[in-house]
């Protein structure tokens, strides 16, 4: 059974009239397929969300959205319109991964400008007859958003040009920045025409549309989205000049599962999420995971391919024969060296001629013998640069020809006009080399194409006049800025920007052993025979599928506005701990254990004061008052600043650094939590974090009783990770003798948690025979996690009653250990002024009973 709101749309496509809905979230609105916003939509704009929808969707069903639908468009005579697929279009080839059994619907713009009156007319065509969603953007927004936003700045940014100048990607406009997310939005509102949430996947492609994961997850919190970025992704110290940076790390952060080429790029996002906004990341069995508010963001590398089967069956074409035949004539003598690529700054195309210009200069031997065909498709963008690269280029293959060329011989041969795929194919076939020397680029498949073309079939190497039984052979040359450049590591890699080094992998190319040569075509094509487009989008497929396989079971809060909206994902167990709730079970039990943390959760965070205020003491006071109970406070600071705090607090056990020392009561002596002789370790550990901290900017030592903290909170993030965990594994080697231990926390390197004092204070319960019934332990940060869970692992064991309760309680809603929440400092504080308040009852009940008894007497 299909989604209310796809149902309503194809009863629209069909023109009949929808049937009234009823428990849907958007029940009772009609929607539009038409997109009529003419204006720009602020990225504040909140419109309200709608809660996640039941459905029942009994099909696997992906939603594909990309910034152009793969669809060709052909006007007619009459003005009519005639669609049909694009073969060449990615977004078409990956579904031969997803299987017959998944359901695609494509969402994206098309390439032609569809009058209004038109659009219904459109829309209803191509949703019956392709399964396709069109957003139809206007043309002054779009223009904005396309050539503006995307072409002017994210698109030279990503593949590292800095807007130095007006000329170089532009100042920052925040017009078109407000068009992006503009059109972005219209993209989410057609995604909502079609979703199941609960049950469809959502599949986003590419730069255009970065900030839709943010529109589609405060929408429905548990979306099962993908995103996958087909360009670069630059490094931080790039990406951080973009104003818009935190915006657009937020929105990919909305993700399930991101998607990029290589691990440069990979790495290159993490750092600036590192940088940035101050995540980390981990790798659980090979998979590499963000933790972001409780949900686990999962990064995917995998290159994209290429479509086996279409390329085989363009080389099958009668035409493709034809073709290589005509070429084989052309160039026979002489050897082809092939450039394939689209006319723009980033491609290289006249440095590689300049290359060119080189081998000739510096074998004379080869002119004559060597031709490079340039086949250069039209720029994608527009603007000043793209006319500048094609004047530069021809100009550059001009003083070649007139140099070296002679009657019969053209050293250069520029195609520019737009080529059928079969004369592309033949013109692989036939060349001894492919040179890709692009400074910056995504992916490429070029190389891909060719070394499947160089295999070539029996027809071809009939018309070659080529025995079947040699192996074949195949040569590439491949800037290592390219993201196809590491999977091809049979090529000649590259720096384009050195022009004798390019020349020379010319040269190496075209003399290298006929051995080496299917050597390395043998190697290329066993890798890219195996991981086609179909094998790039079944492997993410099945990944994203893991990620969001336990978005039922979770618990989930959007907070945040505008593009700052993020969800809170939590474990279902975990719920607001209600003060009734805890203060009844506070009166039913006998044996009672309270742990509190006293930073940041009996004080107010950033408050100048950090002492405890009178009726912080006067509270604890009341609770140490109750024979049934043993408080503990816990703290990170020295035992003598809280000897100091709460010296008037004659029954309260506390417990500094974290727990080292432990104190059961003011008149008790302070202990250790773990027996350590004496400090002399010092005297090791000290002098190796003096080594770190000099050569780590922004490190610090803080000397505690106990231990040493090295503190890299202010070191450069990336760097100061890389200096801790080194350090950390120095002191674990000079310390292995020694009774100490080492441990790595949040941008520190120390040696205890406070884990220990909760496994200290229920032994003792237990020594003295105190068996808690009832356990309450309180705290805010990372290192309180480690009470929770020694609470939580003293549950299965003879430390607490069977029948104990327990409550686990941690300030704000966040992922936690603990099983409760309560929202702040003063609701903590509340809640133990009723359980104070409880005790403080039970006291005078006991002494009004001791009055009335002599009153009577």
């Not at 910034?67 to 977004?91: A, K």
């Not at 487009?533 to 079944?538: D, L």
């Not at 006998?590 to 100048?608: E, P, V």
């Not at 400090?679 to 490190?699: C, H, N, R």
Request: with cysteine; hydrophobic share 40%.
């Amino acid at each position: 059974m299909m989604s209310r709101s796809y149902t309503n749309l194809f009863e629209l496509a069909s023109g009949e009239s929808p049937l009234p809905s009823s428990g849907f979230s958007r029940a009772g609105k009609k929607l539009s397929r038409v997109a009529t916003v003419p204006g720009v939509l602020s990225e504040l704009d909140d419109e309200g969300f709608s809660s996640d929808a039941p459905s029942s969707v009994s099909q696997d069903r992906m939603i594909i959205v990309g910034n152009q639908l793969p669809l060709r468009v052909h006007r007619r005579p009459d003005g009519s319109w005639n669609f049909s697929w694009d073969e060449d279009s990615l977004l078409l080839q990956l579904r031969d991964g997803l299987g017959e059994d998944v359901e695609i619907i494509y969402i994206g713009c098309l390439r032609e400008e569809i009058e209004l009156k038109h659009q219904d007319c459109v829309a209803q065509d191509l949703l019956e007859n392709f399964k396709c969603i069109p957003a139809f953007i206007p043309p002054d927004l779009f223009s904005k958003f396309y050539h503006g936003f995307c072409k002017q700045h994210l698109w030279p940014l990503f593949h590292y040009m800095l807007p130095l100048s007006p000329d170089l990607g532009g100042r920052f406009d925040r017009s078109l920045w407000q068009a992006y997310v503009s059109v972005n939005k219209i993209f989410a509102d057609k995604v909502m025409e079609v979703i199941s949430p609960d049950d469809d996947f959502v599949w986003v492609h590419d730069y255009h549309l970065m900030v839709l994961p943010t529109f589609l997850r405060k929408r429905f919190n548990r979306v099962k989205l993908g995103f996958f970025l087909h360009s670069p992704f630059p490094s931080s110290e790039i990406y951080r000049t973009l104003p818009v940076r935190d915006e657009l790390l937020r929105a990919l952060l909305n993700s399930d599962l991101i998607g990029f080429h290589t691990f440069d790029y990979a790495r290159h996002f993490l750092s600036c999420c590192s940088r940035m906004l101050g995540l980390s990341y981990q790798s659980k069995r090979g998979y590499i995971g963000l933790e972001y508010y409780g949900r686990t963001v999962s990064i995917k590398i995998l290159p994209v391919g290429i479509h086996l089967k279409q390329l085989r069956n363009v080389l099958d074409l009668p035409e493709t024969e034809s073709k290589v035949a005509e070429l084989r004539d052309r160039f026979r003598g002489q050897a082809v060296l092939l450039g394939v690529d689209d006319m723009d700054i980033f491609k290289g195309i006249s440095l590689k001629l300049l290359a060119f210009e080189n081998l000739l200069t510096q074998h004379p031997e080869k002119r004559g013998k060597v031709v490079l065909v340039q086949i250069a498709n039209p720029a994608r963008g527009r603007g000043r640069d793209v006319l500048e690269v094609q004047s530069e280029t021809h100009t550059t293959r001009e003083r070649i020809n007139r140099k070296f060329g002679r009657q019969g011989y053209e050293p250069v041969i520029l195609i520019n006009n737009p080529l059928q795929f079969y004369e592309r194919i033949a013109y692989y076939v036939i060349s001894e080399c492919c040179l890709v020397t692009a400074v910056r680029d995504g992916m490429n498949l070029i190389p891909y194409e060719y070394v499947i073309c160089r295999q070539g079939n029996d027809k071809l190497d009939e018309t070659l006049e080529l025995n079947p039984s040699i192996p074949k052979k195949s040569m590439l040359v491949v800037s290592e800025f390219i993201g196809c450049s590491p999977s091809l590591s049979g090529a000649i890699r590259v720096n384009p920007w050195n022009i004798d080094a390019v020349a020379e992998a010319m040269d190496s190319a075209l003399v290298v052993a006929e051995a080496e040569k299917q050597m390395r075509h043998e190697k290329h094509y066993r890798y890219v025979s195996t991981h086609d487009v179909a094998y790039w989008a079944r492997s993410f497929w099945q990944d994203l599928e893991r990620s969001c396989r336990d978005h039922v079971r979770r618990r989930c809060w959007g907070i945040g506005f505008g593009l700052g909206f993020r969800v809170v994902a939590l474990d279902p167990n975990f719920r607001k701990l209600s003060v009734e709730h805890i203060v009844s079970a506070y009166k039913r039990t006998k044996t009672r254990a309270i742990l509190l943390d006293y930073d940041g959760t009996m004080t107010l965070q950033n408050s100048i004061s950090t002492s405890p205020s009178p009726e912080i003491i006067g509270m604890l006071n009341s609770l140490c008052r109750d024979p049934k109970n043993v408080v503990f406070l816990v703290s990170g600071k020295d035992r003598v600043t809280l000897t100091e705090w709460f010296s008037s607090c004659e029954q309260l056990g506390v417990a500094a650094e974290h727990g080292y020392f432990l104190r059961e009561n003011k008149d008790a002596e302070w202990e250790t939590c773990i027996a350590v002789p004496d400090f002399y370790w010092k005297q090791i550990a000290e002098p190796v974090m003096k080594l770190y901290t000099e050569t780590t900017d922004g490190s610090t030592i803080e000397t505690k009783e106990s231990g040493l903290v090295w503190n890299y909170q202010y070191a450069d993030p990336d760097f100061g990770s890389c200096q801790a965990k080194e350090l950390l594994d120095h002191l674990e080697s000079v310390l292995a003798n020694e009774p100490v231990t080492v441990k790595s926390g949040q941008n520190i390197v120390e040696g205890i948690n406070k884990g220990l004092v909760a496994d200290r204070l229920l032994t003792t319960m237990k020594e003295r025979g105190m068996v808690p019934d009832f356990v309450v332990c309180i705290g805010d940060d990372r290192s309180d996690e480690d009470m929770f869970e020694a609470i939580t692992r003293a549950m299965a064991g003879p430390s607490l009653s069977p029948v104990a309760e327990i409550f686990a309680c941690t300030v704000g809603r966040k992922p936690s250990k603990a099983r409760y929440f309560l929202e702040d400092t003063i609701e903590i504080l509340r809640m133990l002024q009723g359980l104070a308040a409880a005790s403080d009852m039970h006291s005078l009940k006991n002494v009004t009973k001791g009055f009335q008894k002599v009153v009577i007497e």
